[in-house]
């Protein structure tokens, strides 16, 4: 049962555009919302996170907007630059567990020059 | 380089034989994690240490796998009997736990191929 959805799985956008992923997750335990960018050959790198309590965070050009109600969160990428190229995965940890990531599927982005 | 390094990189073996991949987190991370990735798909998570101790195993560890992490050190994740389900990326993390939701940093990674 995969308890992060995440959409789309690939994603194709132009220079300088917005690049838009989403999730959701069913477990309102969730309480910490990290986004990690992978590249081939590299393990995952956190990019930035966000707490229930707060409905947007924004560091540079990247942002995590949350819906608490909706139970949903998303990233968006401001200018989008082919360095972005990467593989985002949205992730969440249970406020009991041993803060354990649970991932999303993963969304292939690819910026075009 | 003070990062997380995971050895080998990459490790092919035969149905049924053993694997063991070795990770090296940042010095002072108290917590070490082991994740298993597919292609396509995110990580997910397998096991973790507060130090030596081995405090959860996720479903996915069947009896087949066994990690450890002496003196709370490095850590091994051995795999005996291999199957070709095994196949997958297994990438190590390690964190500092000052408070919930420190960042794990990952290593790149144990490719392995079961033929």
């Known amino acids: 049962q995969q308890q992060v959805k995440q959409s789309p799985q690939s994603l194709i956008v132009q220079k300088g555009g917005i690049s838009i992923i989403n999730c959701a997750y069913e477990n309102t335990a969730f309480d910490y919302f990290p986004w990690y960018q992978q590249f081939p050959g590299k393990g995952p790198a956190l990019l930035i996170a966000i707490r229930p309590d707060v409905s947007e965070k924004k560091e540079g050009r990247f942002t995590i907007s949350f819906n608490k109600s909706a139970k949903q969160f998303s990233l968006h990428i401001m200018d989008s630059q082919p360095g972005d190229s990467a593989t985002y995965f949205c992730?969440?940890?249970?406020?009991?567990?041993?803060?354990?990531?649970?991932f999303g599927g993963g969304t292939r982005l690819m910026v075009k020059p | 380089d003070t990062g997380v390094s995971q050895n080998p990189r990459h490790k092919i073996t035969k149905r049924g034989q053993n694997v063991t991949f070795r990770c090296d987190p940042i010095s002072e991370h108290n917590r070490l994690y082991w994740y298993r990735q597919t292609l396509g798909q995110g990580p997910e998570f397998l096991t973790y240490?507060?130090?030596?101790?081995?405090?959860?195993k996720s479903r996915l560890l069947s009896d087949r796998f066994s990690a450890e992490r002496p003196k709370g050190s490095f850590s091994t994740l051995e795999i005996q009997r291999t199957e070709q389900g095994d196949s997958a990326m297994y990438l190590c993390?390690?964190?500092?736990?000052?408070?919930?939701?420190?960042?794990?940093?990952f290593g790149p990674g144990t490719r392995l191929t079961v033929t």
């Open positions: 240490f507060q130090n030596e101790a081995q405090l959860e």
């Open positions: 993390a390690s964190s500092l736990e000052v408070w919930r939701g420190s960042e794990q940093y």
């Open positions: 992730a969440a940890i249970h406020n009991n567990a041993g803060n354990m990531l649970t």
